[in-house]
């Protein structure tokens, strides 16, 4: 072989382990990604027991939230939603007429508390009570015309209110109370239904005050015991692991490579407590939405979400949140343990 041939192949050689470098450093840094990520899940595995218990507390800690935000979602909607349905009932003398009760609607229908104002003469009354009682043979046969004639003359006629904001309705009463016209027509033995459900709303909406501050105080002492459990578990894993960790350190491995798995241990428990958090709740709120429906609290505004594309939103969230709690309790443990190792 000549001497311009062997440097031709020298030089072809050369460019293909130039190549070679090159491809070798473009993909360093992917397996030494795929080689944390590796080394992480067998620390999870090799730590199964300890790994179990910060999961099963970081699941815990998740539903708890997620219990004290729907809570004080449904509670806050179920008294508003209630609040929609009061109406306060004026009662006026019978057979008041209905160019009087037009001229109260008038009046009312001026405070801008109002939304509407319905007015009902006594024979309009009269049908509603039959529209009541239409079930009732007993009621409707002896309701004769006689009869028709007595029960108008002595119903009430009425006004039924809707307002914005029933907790405050003192324009209300000083119209009702002061007015001319509504005074001299008001039935003195029917009282204004001015407190009807005030005082279930009141309950509701301080048990929805009672479910975000006694959620959130529990899930922040789940969330403590979880750090400290998955705090426990990198501090026992850097334990058992110093002589690996002290050969990494004398090779030449950047602290990246050494502190990764640990977080990558602590990221796959929050990951596994996001996926059982979310599943036990949807599943527990789908079994308990239709009861708590049944007794009259608003479920809907939640349920729309779990049966919508929101769902693998909610799911993600979870998800996220156990990542985040997980990966900072390793970071605090990192910092604090491993320079020791």
């Not at 620390?43 to 935000?69: C, H, K, P």
């Not at 609607?105 to 104002?117: F, L, Q, R, T």
């Not at 705090?231 to 990764?260: H, N």
Request: net charge neutral; with cysteine; aromatic share 8%.
């Amino acid at each position: 072989m000549s001497k311009d041939e062997k440097e031709k192949d020298l030089k072809q050689a050369t460019r293909r382990g130039l190549k070679v470098m090159r491809k070798t450093k473009q993909y360093h840094p992917m397996r030494k990604e795929s080689r944390i990520v590796k080394y992480g899940a067998k620390g999870f595995f090799r730590n199964i027991w300890l790994s179990s218990a910060a999961t099963i507390v970081m699941s815990i800690t998740m539903i708890i939230l997620f219990i004290t935000i729907v809570a004080s979602i449904i509670l806050t909607s179920t008294a508003e939603m209630m609040k929609d349905k009061i109406d306060i009932t004026i009662y006026f003398k019978p057979n008041t007429s209905d160019e009087t009760l037009n001229e109260m609607s008038a009046i009312m229908s001026e405070d801008k508390n109002i939304k509407s104002v319905v007015i009902s003469n006594s024979e309009q009354e009269y049908n509603k009570f039959l529209e009541e009682n239409a079930d009732s043979e007993e009621i409707i046969n002896v309701l004769d015309e006689e009869m028709k004639k007595i029960m108008i003359s002595n119903m009430q006629a009425t006004m039924r209110i809707k307002v914005y904001n029933i907790e405050n309705i003192d324009s209300i009463k000083e119209i009702v109370e002061q007015n001319p016209v509504f005074v001299e027509n008001l039935d003195v033995d029917l009282e204004p239904t001015y407190d009807v459900n005030q005082k279930e709303i009141s309950t509701i909406t301080s048990w929805a005050q009672i479910a975000r501050t006694g959620g959130i105080v529990l899930a922040v002492v789940f969330l403590v015991i979880s750090i400290l459990i998955i705090f426990s578990t990198i501090r026992m894993a850097i334990f058992s692991r110093r002589e690996e960790i002290y050969m990494m350190k004398l090779v030449g491995a950047d602290k990246r490579f050494i502190r990764g798995p640990f977080l990558i241990e602590a990221e796959i428990c929050g990951v596994i407590a996001g996926l059982i958090a979310a599943t036990t709740s949807y599943f527990g709120f789908t079994f308990l939405a239709p009861k708590l429906a049944s007794y009259g609290i608003d479920v809907t505004s939640i349920t729309k979400i779990l049966e919508s594309n929101q769902l693998i939103l909610v799911f993600l969230v979870f998800v996220a949140s156990g990542v985040i709690i997980g990966r900072i309790s390793a970071m605090l443990a990192v910092s604090k343990y491993l320079h020791k190792a």
